[in-house]
C-alpha cells in the first residue's frame, strides 16, 4: 500500500505486477473501492503494472471538497502518477471512474495511450438523472444506510442479486463506512460533469466501451451506438451494471488486450 496527500487528504493506492506493457490505471466506481479490482489485477499483474486508486472519500482515501468534481477526482490521479513517475499509462474505469478517465483525457491526453470506459458513457447526466442526484444527496443526508443499500441493489438483474448475494453485501458493508459528505460529494461532482464525446471521438489511440445486456443504469443500445460514431472497439458484457463482478471473465479477457 502507498498514500500521498493531496489538498491535506490521503489518497490511497496500490501498486502491482510488472512486465513489458506500459502501467495500467484502474479506477472503480461511485460507492466502491480498489479492491473491486483484485481479481482482475491477479491475472493482469504477471504481464504488467497495474495501478489501482481509491478516488476521494472513497475507500481508504479521505474527502477533499464539498464537491469531488471530475476534475479534482483527475487531479487526483495525476498527483498519483507524477509521484510514481509515471509518463505514459493506459487507463480503465467502471462507471463513475470512466468519467474519471474521461476528465484525465480531456486534461492530460498526453499521458493516455488508452481508454476503456467500463459500464460508463461519455455523456452528462440528463435533466431527469440530475433531479435523481439531487434526491439522493438529500437522502444520503436523511439516511445514508438505506441509501446505499438501495442505490448498490439497483445495480443488479435479480438474477445477479441471488448469485452474486455474498458479494454484493461484502460490497454495501464497505459503502456504508463512507461518510455521507463524501457520498454527497461525489453525487454533486457526477452531477455537474460534462459532455466527453468530441474528446474521446477525437483520441487516436485505443478505445473501447464495455456495456452490459442488462444494465439497468445504462442504456446497452445507446452505449453501442455512441461507441460505433467515438470509433470505439464495443464489449458486450452479460448481466447488470457491475460487470466486474457479474462478467468478471469476458471483462478480464479483454483488458488483457488493453495496449
Not at 498526453?110 to 438529500?138: F, G, Y
Not at 438483474?157 to 454495501?172: G, H, M, N, T
Request: a neutral charge; hydrophobic letters at 40%; glycine letters at 6%.
Amino acid at each position: 500500500m502507498a498514500e500521498i496527500t493531496y489538498k491535506g487528504a490521503n489518497i490511497y493506492f496500490e501498486v502491482v505486477g510488472d512486465g513489458e506493457k506500459i502501467p495500467l490505471v484502474l479506477l472503480h466506481g461511485f460507492l466502491e473501492d480498489s479492491r473491486i479490482w483484485g481479481p482482475i489485477v491477479k491475472e493482469l499483474q504477471t504481464e504488467r503494472q497495474v495501478i489501482c486508486i481509491d478516488l476521494p472519500g472513497h475507500g481508504r482515501s479521505q474527502g477533499i471538497a464539498e464537491i469531488h468534481t471530475m476534475k479534482l477526482m483527475a487531479e487526483v490521479v495525476r498527483e498519483v502518477l507524477i509521484s510514481l513517475g509515471k509518463e505514459k499509462i493506459s487507463i480503465a474505469g467502471h462507471s463513475m471512474g470512466g468519467y474519471v478517465s474521461l476528465e484525465l483525457l480531456r486534461n492530460f491526453p498526453m499521458i493516455i495511450r488508452s481508454v476503456m470506459l467500463i459500464n460508463s458513457t461519455p455523456l452528462e447526466d440528463t435533466v431527469e438523472k440530475q433531479e435523481i442526484r439531487e434526491r439522493s444527496v438529500k437522502l444520503v443526508g436523511r439516511n445514508k444506510k438505506a441509501y446505499i443499500s438501495m442505490a448498490i441493489s439497483n445495480l443488479y438483474p435479480e438474477r445477479s442479486k441471488q448469485k452474486f448475494a455474498a458479494e454484493i453485501e461484502d460490497l454495501k458493508s464497505r459503502a456504508y463506512e463512507m461518510k455521507s459528505k463524501n457520498i454527497q460529494a461525489a453525487l454533486k461532482g457526477m452531477k455537474i460533469r460534462t459532455n466527453y464525446l468530441e474528446k474521446l471521438k477525437a483520441f487516436t489511440g485505443q478505445k473501447i466501451i464495455a456495456a452490459s445486456k442488462e444494465d439497468p443504469i445504462l442504456d446497452f443500445n445507446e452505449l453501442q451506438r455512441l461507441s460505433e460514431g467515438c470509433d470505439c472497439e464495443f464489449l458486450s458484457l452479460e448481466n447488470g451494471h457491475n460487470s466486474y463482478m457479474e462478467d468478471l471473465d469476458n471483462l478480464t479477457k479483454k483488458m488483457h488486450f488493453i495496449d
